[in-house]
């Protein structure tokens, strides 16, 4: 799927292709994603802090879910977290870590055969992405129909030579991550979140970490469930 910011004072092209090149998931991911493992220059505000990190893991779920990555992502994985920072008590710290040693041990063929058959199958993966299916039981339905008018509202128009659905996960991570990037509002960020993934995705999250068929997409269900229930905790302290 590709969306378009229309307004002009935010000239961003999203694009997410499902199963696409990983040439272009890492050059539109690779900048972002080092920033979550990358010290940040002291002078930045806390909230500018906060900002930076939540759209950098927004980007980094959106790449993983959008194709199986390639080894100079695994690369980046791999530096992500200090084995020496593992805290017990911080599930996101910890699933990361969890993340960073995957990509340590496994190769990208090995990932690839995972993801195709966890996320696309023949016919359909073990574990299907999108909003729709999690909410009604089917694909294409009504909720997609409401994101959709929203994503209009936010700016984001759709390219109809592409017929992959907006509701997939990835493409909902790096709209939300294009959402902080740009400074949206924390209440529309919090009405978007609310909306159309507080309902479902950390359940896919979860299925995706228990899947049969997962090794390395285990480690990345566990940081996407961490890091969905992080954001429900945010935006409550925002309220």
Same mark, same amino acid.
């Given at each position: 799927m590709t969306l378009h910011a229309k307004s002009s004072t935010r000239n961003v092209t999203f694009s997410a292709e499902?199963?696409?090149t990983k040439d272009s998931?890492?050059?539109s991911n690779s900048v972002a994603i080092e920033s979550?493992?990358?010290?940040?220059?002291? &002078? *930045?505000?806390?909230?500018?802090i906060e900002q930076?990190?939540?759209?950098?893991?927004?980007?980094l779920l959106a790449a993983l879910l959008r194709a199986a990555p390639d080894q100079n992502l695994l690369n980046i994985l791999s530096e992500l977290v200090s084995e020496k920072n593992?805290?017990?008590?911080d599930a996101i710290l910890l699933s990361m870590t969890a993340l960073s040693l995957s990509a340590k041990m496994l190769s990208p063929d090995s990932i690839e055969d995972e993801y195709h058959q966890l996320l696309i199958g023949l016919g359909r993966g073990e574990v299907v992405p999108y909003g729709s299916w999690y909410?009604?039981?089917?694909?294409? &339905? *009504?909720?997609?129909s409401d994101l959709r008018d929203d994503l209009v509202t936010l700016g984001f128009e759709r390219n109809d030579n592409i017929c992959e659905p907006e509701d997939h996960a990835a493409a909902l991570c790096?709209?939300?991550?294009?959402?902080?990037?740009?400074?949206?509002?924390?209440?529309?960020?919090?009405?978007?979140?609310?909306?159309?993934m507080s309902p479902w995705i950390g359940r896919f999250f979860d299925d995706l970490s228990d899947a049969k068929s997962a090794v390395f997409y285990k480690s990345v269900g566990r940081f996407g469930s961490a890091f969905i229930a992080f954001e429900g905790e945010y935006f409550s302290m925002q309220t």
């Open positions: 499902v199963g696409g998931l890492v050059t979550i493992g990358n010290a940040i220059a002291p &002078e *930045q505000s806390q909230l500018a930076q990190y939540r759209a950098s893991t927004y980007s593992n805290n017990e008590d909410l009604t039981g089917f694909l294409m &339905e *009504q909720p997609l790096e709209v939300f991550s294009l959402l902080i990037s740009e400074g949206i509002d924390i209440d529309q960020q919090h009405n978007f979140f609310k909306t159309h």
